[in-house]
């Protein structure tokens, strides 16, 4: 029995990620390391690579911000609502990336009463940058928050409560006692938000308008870049993904091992 689930679990390792990641490889060298440059050294390519880091480098210290206040607030404060609130917070687990993005786009877009003013002001959401940003912040808001919840409970409030006693500073507290107990937890949290925010394509996808050189994130480039069999060029584009994927795994592995040390 042993040795069957392991021969199935190998198997599943193969087909399901092994098998396709090197499908991707193999499609992005396949014409040769010039061709692999080639495509990566295209205009819309790299303008998509930047704006990916961008919406990523905005949205992380976001929900960092989020994440720390909202597990601070649910895991050392009772009030009415607290359960309400804390299942609240997995709304952007339940919902389709894609209906999340519409969502967004019903509600800022240039028919809504406060896309209508937004754009009264000349500042434009929907099929811009801050869209992106916004659909973003959504669905990858609950990764930190989740991460420190349980861990915050278990831990405890004793050490916190016997700095105050001792008169130790907010700033004190959350500098030398605070962060300290939730650093591991925070950076997990951090590298799950990172590579949630990298490769996020639904609700991107539909607040983006997809315009080339402008809205296009890495994951709408390579869709794009296939559609207009540029095969090649999409599969390179992967493999930028798969990359900065593979790096987020080795950064969230590394947390792990340091958290249960």
Known sequence: ????????????VLLFLVLPLAVVFHGAFAKGWATFAAALAEVDTRHALWLTLL???ITVPVNVIFGVAFAWLVTRFRFRGRALLITLLDIPFAVSPVIAGLLYLLLYGA???LGAWFAAHNLQLMFAVPGIVLVTVFVT???VARELIPFMQQHGAAEEEAAVVLGAS???LWRRITLPTILWPLLYGVALTNARAVGEFGAVSVVSGNIR???????LNVELLYQDYQAAAAFASAVL???????TLALKTWVARKEHA
């Open 111 to 113: 028919n809504s009463p």
């Open 1 to 12: 029995m042993r040795r069957l689930l392991i021969a199935l679990a190998l198997a599943f």
């Open 141 to 143: 808001c609950p990764f």
């Open 213 to 219: 050189g402008e809205t296009n994130t890495l994951p």
């Open 170 to 172: 907010r700033w004190q």
């Open 241 to 247: 993904l798969v990359l900065i994927a593979l790096a």
């Open 55 to 57: 919406v990523t480098a």
